[in-house]
Each structure stands twice: as structure tokens, then as C-alpha cells.
């Protein structure tokens, strides 16, 4: 079975299923859809990188493309060298999962993700060429590994004009990925005190409770080590979470209020308003609409961010799971760009991170089941219209509830927030049933 693209990309076991001869074919049609003026390909620190790079590589000059290897580098140093050279690129990285996945992300000239209908186009040259048999596997690019470093590094330093972070003392987990290039050199440039974890990658250590998803070891860290923030990155780097000076997560909806109130306060956010998913806290929500910022609402995905920011001309979006997109400053999100800003916050507001996260918004209670059903629906909402406006009824205004299919699995996803965990669970339990007895 085909390989097929996702809500970020084509991610697979890289064991048996993201294949080099597939990805090589992946990469000769990325190149002939998108490759033009040039093609340029980075990677996360997973022990499948190399190989598929190479493929990728091969994939580009199969389709008469000249390509740059960028090495191990955090994903939006990909983007960046799409968008200041103007040439296509790719990512070959799994994010946050684990070592053995892996996963191919494509970036058309200028640095943006691409659209669905440039993923369909890639889609169907790629099955095309499957279909007759035409692979390749092995091929290099030129070597710009140490230029793609600098540029990126120099980049997120530059984003602060002239400010430093002097004074903080900061943790940062690198999650044996992509930022293990950077983070100690980025916030080393800006004179912050820090002290870089995970930062060893092996190619199977990588996110092994470790970074953005297992920040457990960065929490432990801050508070021993008596750090004003610990900031944790995924795989590929293009995602932060932070932790306060009590060892306190800060995730990416409190991120996003943190910036909007800051930027909103001193007349910088984009026509007041803040692009997010449907997956944001009711509780974001509230305090942006008591601020006067108007909340536009996405699809998961940060790409679906992005495409809203371009839309409108906003400047600031993100995701609950730490892809924050800082639009003035990048084409993408960016875990280490993220993190300068928040801490750069932190340090002209002379607050702790804890105060600013405890004034930018109180969470609702949020339970999140995943429901597995016999096949993958088309539609959710007709079905389900009834039980969902019972639980809204009885919520009376105190809650929220979304239901949507997975983009991948036969999964359906259930999330309700509520007044209380009592109230959200109980209301959760409803639907899961509602959707077993109508899916099963």
C-alpha cells in the first residue's frame, strides 16, 4: 500500500514502510512539482536519516534537480533557507515520535508548507512513478550543513534586535534531536546562563522521555538547579514547551496568550487577533475575548495556521501542543524562536514565568479519548448532532465539545472541557458511548 501524505507530511516505520526506494520516488516527485530553482533537504538525528536523505537526494537528481544537503538541522532552518534562497526543501523527521518513525516534510519556495492541492499533485506523480517501477535510493547534496547552522542560529539571535537574555538562567532539553545543533549556541549569543539536557543523540535516543512530550526530566532539572525557565523542543525543533521556575508546565495555549496580551499591549499584534485550532482551551479563549483580541479558529495542524495568518495578515498563531508561529518573524514555527521570545518577555516584563502564565488565561478542565471504530468515518457531525447538543445543553455555556475523525486511523477523537474534571469526564463518558454503539 501506498504511502499517503498527512496532516504534516508522509510518516511511517521507517523499519518497513517509509522505505528508501519509496522516498526516493517521493523525492523525484517533490522535485518535479516543486523543485524549479533548486531543492534543499535537512533531517532530524533518527538512525533512518541518513539513508532516506540519500534518498531524497537521488529522488531530486532523478528528476533532473540540483540539491543541498543541509544535515542535521531543526525544521525551520529548512524553511529559512527556502525562503531567503527561493527553492524548494524538505525535512526528513518524525517530529515527536519515536526513533524508528520517520517522516518526509516538504516546503515550497518562500518556506511555506504546502497546500492540499500541491500535496494531491505530489501525491499522484508519486503513485504514478510506484506504479512503473521507477526508484532510486542513493544520492548526495552539496554540503551546506555549517552555513545552514549559522543562518538559523543567527536568525532567531537577530529576532530580539539588540536585547539580550542576561541575567536568566535557563534549562533547555534538546530532546536528543534537531536542537541539539543549536540551543546551547542561541542562547550562549544572547548571554542567558544555560544549561543544556538531552542534548546526545544516538539515533534511537531520540524524544525517549525526553523534550516537549516527556518533559518530566527538564522539570526535575529546573527546580534543582534553581533555573528561571527550562524550555523543551520535539524531534525536529519546530515545537516549544516551557517550564516555569516551580517546575510548572507552560504549553502552547498559554505560549500563544503570553505573546497575543504582550504584542497586543504594545500595538503589535496584527488587527488584534490570534489564529489557533479548534483544539485551544475554552480558557484562551475567554481571556483573549476579556482583552478585546479576536480568536480565529483553524483545523489541526499548523499549516492550517499558517495558511489563516497569510490569509488575513496576522501575525501570531499556534497550536496547544507548542508550534507557535511568530509570522513577521518566520515562514513556520520554530521551538527555538519561540523560546527567545517568550524569555525575552520574561526579561523586559521583569515577571516570572509563572506570574505571566497564571495572568494569561485559567485553563477549563480538558479530557481528550480517542475512540477506535470499525472503519474511518466520512461524517461525524450529522450522527452525532443530537448527543452533542445534549452535552452542550447541559454544560449551559460552562463547556465546550468537539468531535472529529482522525486524518490517519480509524480513530474517532472525542475532547470535551468542562467547569470541572467531574463534569468533563462524565460528559466525555456520554459521548464515547454515543459514538461506540453508532461506529461499532
Not at 85 to 111: L, R
Not at 353 to 378: F, G, H, I
Not at 400 to 415: A, K
Request: glycine share 12%.
Amino acid at each position: 500500500m501506498s504511502l499517503r501524505f498527512g496532516t504534516d507530511g508522509m510518516r511511517g516505520d521507517a523499519r518497513d514502510l517509509l522505505t528508501p526506494d519509496l522516498v526516493g520516488a517521493l523525492g523525484r516527485a517533490g522535485a518535479e512539482i516543486l523543485g524549479e530553482r533548486g531543492f534543499v533537504v535537512g533531517r532530524d538525528t533518527r538512525e533512518s536519516g541518513p539513508a532516506l536523505a540519500a534518498a531524497l537526494h537521488a529522488g531530486i537528481a532523478a528528476a533532473g534537480g540540483r540539491s543541498i544537503d543541509l544535515g542535521v538541522v531543526p525544521t525551520p532552518a529548512v524553511a529559512l533557507w527556502c525562503a531567503e534562497e527561493g527553492v524548494a526543501g524538505a525535512m526528513v523527521s518524525a517530529s515527536h515520535n519515536p526513533w524508528h518513525d520517520n517522516g518526509i516534510k516538504f516546503f515550497a519556495s518562500g518556506g511555506a508548507k504546502l497546500g492540499d492541492d500541491v500535496q494531491d499533485r505530489i501525491q499522484a506523480r508519486f503513485d504514478e512513478l510506484l506504479a512503473a517501477g521507477d526508484v532510486t535510493v542513493d544520492g548526495t547534496g552539496e554540503d551546506q550543513h555549517a552555513a545552514a547552522v549559522e543562518r538559523h542560529v543567527a536568525a532567531v539571535v537577530a529576532s530580539l534586535d539588540g536585547r539580550t537574555l542576561s541575567g536568566l538562567k535557563v534549562v533547555a532539553d534538546a530532546a536528543n534531536g534537531a536542537a541539539s545543533t543549536v540551543a546551547a549556541e542561541i542562547f550562549g549569543r544572547l548571554g542567558a546562563d544555560v544549561t543544556v539536557i538531552h542534548a546526545d543523540p544516538d539515533g534511537r535516543n531520540i524524544n525517549d522521555e525526553c523534550g516537549s512530550t516527556h518533559p518530566e526530566s527538564l522539570q526535575s532539572a529546573v527546580r534543582d538547579g534553581g533555573a528561571d525557565v527550562g524550555v523543551a523542543f520535539d524531534g525536529d525543533a519546530d515545537r516549544l514547551v516551557a517550564v516555569d521556575g516551580d517546575g510548572e508546565i507552560v504549553d502552547g495555549d498559554k505560549i500563544i496568550a503570553i505573546c497575543a496580551l504582550d504584542r497586543h499591549e504594545r500595538g503589535l499584534l496584527t488587527g488584534d487577533a490570534v489564529v489557533v485550532t479548534v483544539m485551544t482551551n475554552l480558557g484562551f479563549r475567554r481571556s483573549m475575548d476579556a482583552a478585546g483580541i479576536h480568536v480565529i479558529d483553524t483545523q489541526v495542524g499548523d499549516r492550517y495556521v499558517l495558511e489563516a495568518l497569510d490569509a488575513g495578515g496576522y501575525s501570531l498563531g499556534g497550536e496547544q501542543s507548542g508550534h507557535v508561529i511568530f509570522r513577521e518573524l518566520a515562514s513556520t514555527g520554530d521551538g527555538a524562536l519561540s523560546a527567545v521570545q517568550l524569555l525575552d518577555l520574561v526579561a523586559r516584563s521583569r515577571r516570572s514565568l509563572s506570574d505571566l502564565a497564571d495572568a494569561s488565561m485559567t485553563r477549563l478542565p480538558q479530557v481528550l479519548l480517542n475512540v477506535r471504530v470499525a472503519k474511518r468515518p466520512e461524517d461525524v457531525d450529522v450522527p452525532l448532532a443530537p448527543f452533542v447538543a445534549a452535552s452542550e445543553a447541559r454544560m449551559a455555556g460552562r463547556g465546550r465539545v468537539l468531535i472529529r475523525p482522525s486524518g490517519t486511523e480509524p480513530l474517532i477523537r472525542v475532547m470535551v472541557e468542562a467547569e470541572t474534571d467531574a463534569e468533563a469526564q462524565m460528559e466525555a463518558d456520554g459521548l464515547v458511548s454515543a459514538v461506540e454503539s453508532l461506529f461499532n
